[in-house]
């Protein structure tokens, strides 16, 4: 079987396989509470999984992933592991160059976390007009809500360890969900002005770090999310 992921490949692999793709998928997301019931792990978790299988179905590289994100507010809680945006924006740097340096051509980032998408967007830019390097993102839990909004049900589903996050997680890392564990901690939407956001620590919104109805999820769901996800992202790398 051929490889993809990068990190598991010799020099003498990477050699053959940069002869029929320039293209690599680069996962990057955090490591923060993520409710009771879910890995710290889940943002770089699920979209390194996702990288991979959409890696197979259109023959392009994944890069190892960054496991770190800029979660300040998160850092109320227990576990939550942040790095500054510009420590993130210097290595995104590195990595861009290094695949530039090694043959790659284009690069879609996979974004688990919201967190680093200002990194992503400075450092995307700046490799276009240096590298001419191709580049690409995508916000993955805003876009896997997006694209499967008629799977969901509760009322904030895409909030933060909810229904589409506990779906997804059941699915790819069934044992690492734990089901008794879980809290609702349904949203209230006090904002009057629409897109306001208040720069706030996660704790004054919920004592769990969830948002939404994880009791919503279920891994039927997670399944169809992932397969529609693979399917729309799959598609744009064969036509970009």
């Given at each position: 079987m051929e490889k993809h992921l990068i990190a598991e490949m010799t020099l003498e692999e990477y050699g053959r396989f940069i002869k029929e793709s320039d293209t690599a998928i680069f996962?990057?997301?955090?490591?923060?509470?993520?409710g009771h019931h879910l890995p710290m792990g889940s943002d770089w978790m699920v979209t390194?999984?996702?990288?991979?299988?959409?890696?197979?179905k259109v023959n392009c590289f994944v890069a190892p992933p960054?496991?770190?994100?800029f979660s300040e507010d998160l850092m109320?809680?227990?576990?939550?592991?942040?790095v500054s945006t510009s420590a993130i924006m210097g290595i995104y740097k590195d990595v861009l160059e290094s695949l530039h340096r090694q043959g790659i051509k284009k690069?879609?980032?996979?974004?688990?976390?919201?967190?680093?998408?200002?990194?992503?967007?400075?450092?995307?830019?700046d490799a276009v007009r240096e590298y001419g390097i191709q580049c690409a993102h995508i916000d993955w839990w805003r876009f896997i809500y997006d694209i499967n909004q008629d799977l969901t049900e509760s009322e904030f589903p895409v909030g933060h360890a909810a229904e589409v996050g506990t779906s997804i997680l059941q699915y790819l890392f069934p044992r690492l969900v734990v089901r008794d564990k879980m809290i609702r901690n349904e949203k209230e939407d006090k904002e009057?002005?629409?897109?306001?956001?208040?720069y706030e620590y996660f704790d004054a919104e919920t004592p769990t770090s969830?948002?939404?109805?994880?009791?919503?999820?279920s891994s039927e769901k997670g399944e169809a999310m992932i397969m529609n996800a693979i399917k729309v992202i799959g598609r744009f790398l064969k036509e970009w």
């Open positions: 996962p990057v997301g955090a490591t923060e509470a993520y390194y999984e996702v990288a991979r299988q959409v890696a197979e960054i496991t770190y994100g109320c809680f227990a576990g939550t592991l942040s690069v879609l980032f996979l974004c688990g976390h919201v967190g680093n998408i200002g990194a992503i967007d400075q450092v995307a830019c009057e002005i629409p897109d306001l956001y208040v969830v948002l939404g109805d994880p009791f919503a999820g």
